[in-house]
């Protein structure tokens, strides 16, 4: 994972703010006390804020619901292991938090540690990108008239990203979560892949 000096001291801060304290709503309080914004783009498993200084973005993902994982961290791990893939989120830090009560993980919470990202103008490239993306991670049991396979791909990297995904859902059992918000760009108009797995 890439690390710069700003990067060390912000992830030495969250370890600070986060593993020594329980997982309880208190932990909103605890970044904000030290400037850390809540965004509206609340996921089922996730909160996310952006840093004061607006160059991280922090992703705190939660497993409330017993019957129901949050399948970020697989795809956290792609970004981990693939850093130069421009596909895949800049990972600065991922980590696994977990409270137990009577032997037993009570609470679990993933953190992530990441680039800011804006969303996919439409009629770009990265739209087009996005689409080519979402058209060929279908449901296995969804009704399609085309086969993905035969999708012409705007380019190599993009294929073999699409790939690995491919490999990712198969390994883990999981299932393709394509909906548009789950994309985003850089500022160079480049297309991120953010999460795409349920």
């Known amino acids: 994972m890439q690390q710069f000096p700003q990067t060390t001291a912000v992830i030495d801060s969250l370890k600070t703010i986060l593993l020594p304290h329980p997982i309880n709503c208190e932990v909103s309080l605890r970044l904000h006390n030290v400037g850390w914004k809540p965004l509206k783009s609340v996921g089922l498993f996730s909160d996310i804020y952006l840093s004061n200084c607006e160059q991280f973005i922090l992703r705190l993902g939660h497993d409330d619901d017993k019957s129901l994982k949050d399948s970020y961290p697989y795809h956290a791990q792609n970004c981990i292991q693939h850093p130069n893939n421009p596909y895949f989120q800049k990972m600065y830090w991922h980590c696994y938090h977990s409270q137990h009560q009577t032997g037993k993980i009570d609470k679990s919470m993933n953190i992530s540690l990441m680039e800011p990202l804006q969303p ?7 739209a087009e990108e996005r689409e080519y993306v979402q058209k060929s991670l279908r449901c296995r049991y969804e009704y399609i008239d085309y086969n993905p396979d035969d999708l012409p791909p705007p380019n190599p990297l993009l294929h073999r990203t ?24 850089r500022s160079d108009g480049h297309l991120v892949i953010l999460d795409p797995f349920q």
């Open 120 to 126: 996919v103008a439409e009629n770009s490239p990265a």
């Open 162 to 185: 699409v790939q690995l995904l491919k490999a990712t859902a198969e390994k883990h059992n999981l299932h393709y979560d394509m909906q548009n918000d789950n994309f985003m760009m």
